[in-house]
């Protein structure tokens, strides 16, 4: 309680209960403190639907790489601690080059990226992610560059030649596949 009193801008402590051992990369997590109540005690089920308005109560913003990204960190794997690497990666991406992220989460690669006019394919298994992840290109305005994927990731590696001729079909391209202009900035 001290912390959420002394940091402005933090919201809530969480304790992680489990290991990361589930298809999606997600844990149970205990509230420990909240700057706002009534708060669920946990993040598992049993205590989420005990009030309809804990729905969002996970729900959080982050600022990074000159991005803003929403998501609901009981249902996405987020680790604040990759930020440096996130970075560092983003750096050795050239314009126009493609990149294709297999478990891309909620897109922290794939929307500054994107502002780099660096074409991603983004894909992510967790519906969740795929959800925040497309509205994480969609307010970070990349859509030109960044397109969404739903798949696992064999399939998308299996199919990556299809995906990335979808690029192709977009109206950034002519119709001798070639980029039209320099810039897709909104």
Same mark, same amino acid.
């Given at each position: ?16 209960? @489990? ?12 509230? *420990?403190? &909240?700057?706002?109540?009534?708060? $669920?005690?946990?993040?598992? $089920? ?6 309809? &308005? ?8 982050? +600022?990074?790489?000159? #991005?803003? =990204? ?5 249902? %996405?794997?987020?680790? &604040? ?16 080059? *493609? !990149?294709?992220? !297999?478990?891309?989460?909620?897109? $922290? =690669?794939? #929307? ?5 006019? %660096? =074409? !991603? ?5 967790? $519906? ?5 992840? @497309?509205?994480? %290109? ?7 560059? !960044? @397109? #969404? ?8 590696? +299996?199919?990556?030649?299809?995906? %990335? ?16 202009? +320099?810039?897709?900035?909104?």
């Amino acid at each position: 309680r001290i912390l959420i009193d002394k940091i402005s801008g933090l919201n809530k402590i969480v304790n992680k209960l @489990q290991t990361i051992d589930t298809k999606f990369r997600t844990f149970a997590m205990e509230v *420990l403190a &909240s700057r706002y109540g009534p708060y $669920p005690k946990t993040s598992l $089920p049993e205590d989420m639907q005990k009030d309809p &308005s804990f729905e969002d109560y996970f729900r959080c913003q982050h +600022k990074e790489s000159n #991005c803003i =990204f929403t998501l609901d960190f009981s249902k %996405v794997y987020w680790n &604040s601690r990759l930020q440096t690497e996130h970075g560092r990666l983003i750096n050795t991406f050239k314009k126009h080059e *493609l !990149v294709i992220d !297999v478990m891309a989460g909620i897109g $922290p =690669f794939s #929307c500054p990226s994107g502002k780099k006019e %660096v =074409f !991603v394919i983004s894909n992510d298994l967790n $519906p969740s992610s795929y959800e925040y992840m @497309q509205m994480n %290109v969609a307010n970070n305005h990349v859509g030109n560059y !960044v @397109q #969404c994927r739903n798949l696992d990731g064999a399939d998308l590696i +299996k199919n990556s030649l299809k995906y %990335v001729d979808e690029f192709r079909k977009q109206k950034i391209y002519g119709n001798e596949g070639k980029l039209t202009t +320099k810039s897709f900035h909104k």
